[in-house]
């Protein structure tokens, strides 16, 4: 069984640019989650995906968006690209949507602006 | 909103020692908590959940926490720590009310001496 993958593993982007992170998810998962970690901090929920439509929303900008496709991978692009979106963007993948499902994550996508 | 917060930034051992990483929690509604590892450039993986079954719940590598309602606390434990354990620890919470957004702490770094 595979796990959650991400790529790419490293981005060094530069502020005003736009990037694409993806995610595929564990086999047999149909949600996936998206999360910002800082330096030194929790992650922070972005959104998350159930069955290809938006299932749920952080206190994100919309220059933060995603989709998710038939077989359930996931992207997340960010637009106009600030130096606060350095960060580790890690997916996650779960068999549900449900409170108690248990998120897989991934390795993660470090993203550096500059 | 539900939110949990970690008590200690850093938490340092002998191997040998009891390992203790406090989490409290703050929500309205049953909560449904867990607790995540990261070790280092890597993502995050679930030690162990509580869903409102056992109030004591045991996890991987020899990891527990017991829910305590009165206390609003979800303290992770483990009798004996080994040079392994030496990672991030995050503490996280959802709610039934917003199940979409799970909540981290600010985490616990866990040294282990020899």
């Known amino acids: 069984e595979t796990g959650v993958t991400q790529s790419p593993t490293h981005l060094i982007k530069t502020r005003g640019q736009q990037v694409t992170l993806r995610c595929s998810s564990q086999s047999g998962h149909n949600t996936v989650s998206w999360y910002q970690q800082a330096l030194g901090q929790g992650p922070q929920f972005i959104f998350q995906y159930y069955r290809e439509e938006e299932n749920g929303r952080g206190n994100f900008p919309p220059r933060f968006s995603g989709l998710q496709f038939p077989n359930y991978s996931s992207e997340l692009n960010v637009n106009a690209l600030e130096l606060d979106d350095s960060a580790l963007y890690l997916c996650?993948?779960?068999?549900?949507?449900?409170?108690?499902?248990?998120?897989?994550f991934g390795p993660g996508t470090r993203l550096l602006v500059l | 909103a539900q939110s949990v917060t970690q008590l200690g930034s850093h938490v340092s051992v002998s191997e040998g020692a009891l390992v203790l990483l406090r989490c409290n929690y703050s929500s309205s509604v049953p909560p449904y908590l867990f607790w995540y590892v990261q070790y280092p450039n890597q993502g995050l993986q679930l030690l162990l959940k509580?869903?409102?079954?056992?109030?004591l719940v045991k996890g991987i590598n020899g990891f527990e926490a017991e829910f305590k309602k009165s206390e609003t606390s979800f303290h992770l434990t483990k009798p004996s720590a080994h040079m392994s354990d030496a990672a991030e620890y995050f503490c996280a919470v959802r709610t039934a009310k917003n199940n979409n957004d799970m909540r981290f702490g600010a985490g616990t770094r866990l040294t282990v001496k020899p």
């Open positions: 996650a993948s779960s068999l549900g949507q449900g409170v108690e499902e248990t998120q897989y």
């Open positions: 509580y869903t409102s079954a056992a109030t």
